[in-house]
């Protein structure tokens, strides 16, 4: 064990000592398994949290912007059909060239396309599950509640950014439902796919290994598509370093540039 | 590439590039990808703060009349998890760069590379020297 606390003291010296400036971005991240030159051991055994359920916890990203620009990556266009509605929407946003996307206006990513943007930490507890963002117009978070509550009814919550979330652990896997976001969010950058105020997201989060996790997301949006669709996402661990601060500080400076035609307000969802 | 997603807006958009492209918007709304420019200055200011850095060179024209110019990077967040510093570029430093132009016609760009005159170091591409 004294070798194995040397290396690791010495690794830290080495990071902290090229790291001025920069935060905790070079922080060893502590109690994680690591090899014996000191990295850290990405495919040793998931652990487990004292309840027995596997432990998720960690900074994550996809470490590709592939899916924050095409969620549908991969997928067969048969899987992924528009509605009329979502295809007017789509058609608008990709005429305007993307100009109106809500995260250029420093609004949030929403869900599930927050996840793919940047690197988020996971933290776990028995009764609520805490997803950390650092987006770059500023830190945000979701709680997902895991004390047997139940999602709000529409008719009585605000729809909002980021939603309602409730967990469960289907075995090994870590399910997140959320409801109640708002109405004409982005699935998709590029691809431009809105989602309606009916949006049910299912987020399934499976760590296969120390270093590794699947995040499978499923989009059920009847009033978007015409059958509920899901790709999934590999997910990778990000030791050894941390959360940064991100706020909109220079967006005055920014926006004072774009173009001013604002666009004809997109038509709202369909009614139930 | 004449698709609606236009080369300058993917650019803007690609992080894992090299180049210090990438920003949290379609270019489109701001920039004109057929505009290009290139212009040598000496740094005077850095705004080193998110959504996208700024940084502001003053750029000696003909008869000696100075010009300032602002630019923008990504985030810092991704440029100091790839090594890059506030420090990496001081002011008072020569840089060249290469970028395209804002719509709106100001003396303001997208900054596509940035070449340290000195040296001949491109900064904020790839992943910074170890200090």
Redesign the interface.
């Known amino acids: 064990m004294r070798g194995r606390r040397t290396v690791i003291a010495a690794l830290t010296t080495l990071l902290v000592s090229g790291s001025a400036g920069a935060q905790w971005l070079n922080q060893p991240s502590p109690g994680i398994p690591r090899l014996p030159d000191g990295k850290p051991n990405l495919s040793a055994p998931v652990t487990r949290t004292a309840d027995g359920r596997p432990d998720l916890s960690g900074i994550w990203s996809a470490g590709t912007l592939d899916y924050y620009m095409d969620l549908a990556k991969g997928l067969k266009p048969a899987d992924v059909q528009l509605t009329p509605w979502a295809a007017a929407v789509r058609k608008q946003r990709m005429d305007r060239d993307h100009i109106d996307d809500p995260y250029a206006f420093c609004l949030p990513l929403g869900v599930p396309r927050i996840n793919f943007r940047s690197e988020f930490k996971i933290v776990q507890t028995p009764s609520l599950t805490l997803l950390l963002y650092e987006t770059y117009v500023g830190m945000m978070f979701r709680q997902v509640f895991t004390d047997g509550r139940a999602l709000p009814k529409a008719s009585d919550s605000e729809p909002t950014w980021l939603g309602y979330s409730v967990g469960r652990w289907d075995g090994d896997t870590f399910v997140v439902e959320t409801t109640g976001l708002r109405d004409g969010g982005w699935l998709s950058t590029r691809e431009t796919y809105p989602h309606s105020d009916a949006l049910h997201v299912t987020e399934r989060f499976r760590r296969t290994d120390f270093g590794n996790m699947e995040l499978a997301v499923t989009i059920n949006d009847p009033k978007a598509f015409l059958k509920p669709w899901t790709n999934t996402v590999a997910m990778r661990l990000q030791p050894d370093t941390e959360l940064l601060e991100a706020f909109c500080d220079n967006q005055l400076a920014i926006t004072q540039h774009f173009r001013d035609d604002p666009p004809p307000p997109e038509p709202p969802s369909p009614r139930d | 590439m004449r698709t ?3 080369a300058a ?1 993917f650019a803007i ?4 590039t090299p180049a210090p492209a990438g920003g ?3 270019a ?3 920039f004109d990808a057929t505009k290009r420019i290139k212009i040598t200055g000496a740094l005077s200011k850095l ?1 080193w ?6 940084f502001y060179i003053d750029v000696t024209g003909d008869g000696g009349k100075v010009a300032n110019w ?1 630019w ?1 990077l990504p ?1 810092p ?2 440029l ?2 790839a090594g890059w ?3 990496s570029m001081k002011l008072g430093d020569m840089v060249t760069v290469e970028g395209i132009h ?3 016609g ?1 003396n ?1 760009g997208m900054a596509m590379t940035v070449t340290l005159v000195s040296t001949g170091k491109q900064l904020f591409a790839g992943k910074a020297e ?2």
């Open positions: 609606r997603f236009g807006a958009w690609m992080l894992s949290h918007h379609s489109s709304a701001e705004n703060l998110n959504p996208h850095i700024i602002s923008e985030s967040n991704q100091m998890r510093t506030r420090t804002a719509r709106d100001s303001h170890e200090p």
